[in-house]
T-cell receptor
């Protein structure tokens, strides 16, 4: 079946280091969204990417959508302790309006 | 605070029972979405209602049902509960009718359901 995978599953970084999480889909996505969930909290929408090859920036966060619209990445520059949490990608299948699949998430720990 | 409220915060019940989870969307939002988050399955989209009508169905079991009332609050009914239904249930809301809204969708704090 259709799957969305994320790597790595866990990442521990020293504060100030960069962090990247990758989202890979087995099928083409019409668009992709990224969410952040703090421990014990609820998902918070970060951004949506729609176009092939699209790159968007939010302060220290850079989001990219692959040319084939099957993968995406989130890069955080100079991590801070406030970046701690799980980062999820979610995509809607190009072939199915109702089919929204979430990745399993990458859990980020930042060591001060 | 996202403006989306969910009650109750925690629910403990036994297998075979039925429970109702409630969600009030942000003021002005017409769409309500229900999600299930479990340790083994991750976050899964269950169902969406827009202005009182079912808009999209995800991985919702037949034992589960939902509705959205004229005041736009929504309820998720879970029946014949099984151990595997233990999870966090999130409700989210957005302004538009898209199943995967281009604008933000705002999540509530969730209801933690434990089935014993």
């Amino acid at each position: 079946g259709q799957q969305v995978m994320q790597i790595p599953q866990y990442q521990h970084v020293q504060e100030g280091e960069d962090f990247t999480t990758y989202c890979n889909s087995s099928t083409t996505l019409s668009n992709i969204q990224w969410y952040k969930q703090r421990p014990g909290g609820h998902p918070v929408f970060l951004i949506q990417l729609v176009k092939s090859g699209e790159v968007k920036k939010q302060k220290r966060l850079t989001f990219q959508f692959g040319e084939a619209k099957k993968n995406s990445s989130l890069h955080i520059t100079a991590t801070q302790t406030t970046d701690v949490g799980t980062y999820f990608c979610a995509g809607r299948l190009e072939t199915s309006y109702d089919k929204v699949i979430f990745g399993p998430g990458t859990s980020l720990s930042v060591i001060p | 605070d996202s403006g989306v409220t969910q009650t109750p915060k925690h629910l403990i019940t036994a297998t075979g029972q039925r429970v109702t989870l409630r969600c009030s969307p942000r003021s002005g939002d017409l769409s309500v979405y229900w999600y299930q988050q479990s340790l083994d399955q991750g976050l899964q989209f269950l169902i969406q209602y827009y202005n009182g009508e079912e808009r999209a169905k995800g991985n919702i079991l037949e034992r589960f049902s939902a509705q959205q009332f004229p005041d736009l609050h929504s309820e998720l009914n879970l029946s014949s509960l099984e151990l595997g239904d233990s999870a966090l249930y999130f409700c989210a809301s957005s302004v538009g009718l898209e199943v995967f809204p281009a604008n933000e969708q705002f999540f509530g704090p969730g209801t933690r359901l434990t089935v014993l």
